[in-house]
């Protein structure tokens, strides 16, 4: 029970606690968060800056602070985040995301959430099963960026970038001075490494003489590429966020709390601290040639962006264009490089539209089982989710900046969604490029005319309702 001491204290405190946790999240904003009279300290006083002892602030045995720390309060005593300040060109006044719960970096958190996206389950998972030493400290020797990439205008700019830590590949290099000063766990939320990879339909282009082997880009007859790839992990700067959507910071905040089981009470009561790392999927930057071609504004730039279809992408569905939209969207980088330019594909972790696998089966179910018509086909999706998509592309153009993307050359998308979005942003598109015909699964018709009906790009025809309506994909009989 000792252990519990703030959990028991709440109990008998409950009233007020839960008080104070229900207020509307405009007010808990604009009032500044005054703490409830008799907050506990968060840690001792002295916890966290030097090596503290065991007892006192952590369990060496589970790795948890002795006291389970339900949320925190701004001016708590204890708390005392890292400065920081969104979009601060100079990296040291712009300040690192700090988000660890480690024992030595909690009071000094400026950061809601955890590391790792989806997978910081895992890392308590990893924790919880004692399979991971709750000391244990990365060591990042020789984890460098493998290609330079900015810094860039724009990273100093908090309108053009609020999903991701602009420096977040800089981390243990940049701050090294007050990791070992201040001795706290800061982490990367980007890496950048180089790799080749090898796609069987590229074989098939060079065999075809579509793609020629250059021996730089497409290395040989196997079409074997070569590639700089860069992962980032979701870091949201919430009054970004929240303009981006049109809505108020405290209705964004209040949302994320309700709808993730009040996982992070931290959202509703530390309104001093504006970053949250959620726990979603990333993406992945695949860049084809001279990196720092990406952001020349003499060098043609070819992109795709793609939003994750597993079934398609990796295990070959038929349904839909995403694998073919994929590897075209490869080749046509791999041609851009070859040409001088740059090619890029991004790709994001949004499977299924952001819905997620089971809602998208049980659409095709409804799909299948129906008669399967292009003039249904959003409408199938709306009555199962509500929506027809989530993806909300409004963030996504912030990778471009953080890349130093200025312009498009050849945008490898047919979506209205993601150019309405990267325009909106000030980067100019000059040039749509459709998915090819010949490149379309015969199944997968009744999702391209259903989007092209509702605003995809094309230079071919754009079919009247009467039309769609005759479109009709395979039976499950079929
Ligand atoms: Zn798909």
């Given at each position: 029970m000792e252990k519990l001491g703030l959990a028991a204290r709440a109990k008998g405190s409950s009233a007020a606690e839960i008080e104070q946790v229900a207020v509307s999240s405009a007010a808990v904003l604009s009032s500044g968060s005054a703490p409830p009279a008799q907050t506990p300290p968060i840690l001792p006083a002295d916890a966290g800056t030097q090596s503290p002892a065991p007892s006192a602030a952590s369990d060496s045995k589970s790795g948890?602070?002795?006291?389970?720390?339900l949320t925190t309060y701004p001016n708590q005593i204890g708390i005392n985040p890292l400065p920081m300040e969104w979009g601060a060109a100079d990296p040291l006044q712009r300040g690192p995301v700090t988000v660890s719960r480690a024992p030595s970096t909690i009071r000094r958190r400026n950061a809601i959430g955890a590391h790792g996206g989806s997978y910081s389950i895992y890392y308590a998972l990893a924790l919880a099963s004692k399979?991971?030493?709750?000391d244990h400290k990365p060591d990042f020797t020789n984890t460098e960026p493998a290609a330079d990439i900015g810094p860039f205008p724009?990273?100093?700019?908090k309108k053009k970038i609020?999903?991701?830590?602009?420096?977040g590949h800089l981390v243990p290099w940049t701050f090294k001075d007050i990791i070992q000063k201040e001795n706290v766990d800061l982490r990367p939320t980007i890496a950048i490494t180089k790799a080749h990879m090898k796609l069987p339909e590229l074989e098939e282009s060079v065999r075809s003489g579509r793609l020629v082997p250059d021996g730089k880009v497409c290395l040989n007859s196997s079409g074997e590429l070569n590639v700089t790839k860069v992962a980032v992990e979701p870091v949201w700067y919430l009054p970004g966020v929240a303009e981006r959507f049109g809505i108020d910071e405290g209705t964004l905040r209040r949302s994320l709390f309700e709808h993730t089981g009040?996982?992070?009470?931290e959202l509703i009561t530390r309104s001093d601290i504006k970053v949250f790392l959620p726990p979603i999927g990333g993406l992945t930057v695949y860049c084809f040639g001279d990196p720092a071609k990406m952001s020349a504004p003499e060098s043609k730039l070819a992109l795709r962006i793609h939003d994750e279809c597993n079934g398609s992408d990796v295990f070959g569905s038929d349904i839909c264009t995403c694998r073919p939209y994929l590897i075209f969207g490869i080749e046509e980088a791999v041609k851009e490089a070859q040409n001088g330019g740059s090619g890029v594909v991004i790709y994001f972790r949004k499977e299924g539209r952001a819905l997620g696998e089971v809602t998208k089966y049980l659409v095709y179910n409804a799909r299948k089982r129906g008669e399967d018509r292009a003039s249904d086909y959003f409408k199938r999706t709306e009555n199962i989710a509500g929506v027809k998509d989530m993806r909300f592309q409004a963030l996504m153009p912030d990778i471009l900046h953080w890349l130093g993307i200025t312009k498009i050359d050849r945008m490898l998308s047919m979506s209205n969604m993601k150019h309405d979005a990267i325009v909106g942003q000030g980067i100019p598109i000059l040039e749509r490029v459709e998915l090819p015909e010949s490149w379309i699964p015969a199944d997968s018709r009744v999702e391209i005319d259903a989007k092209i009906t509702a605003g995809y790009f094309t230079a071919g025809h754009r079919m009247t309702a009467e039309e769609l309506e005759a479109v009709q994909g395979r039976t499950w009989e079929e």
């Open positions: 948890f602070t002795s006291r389970i720390i399979e991971l030493d709750p724009q990273w100093a700019d609020v999903s991701m830590d602009p420096l009040g996982m992070y009470p």
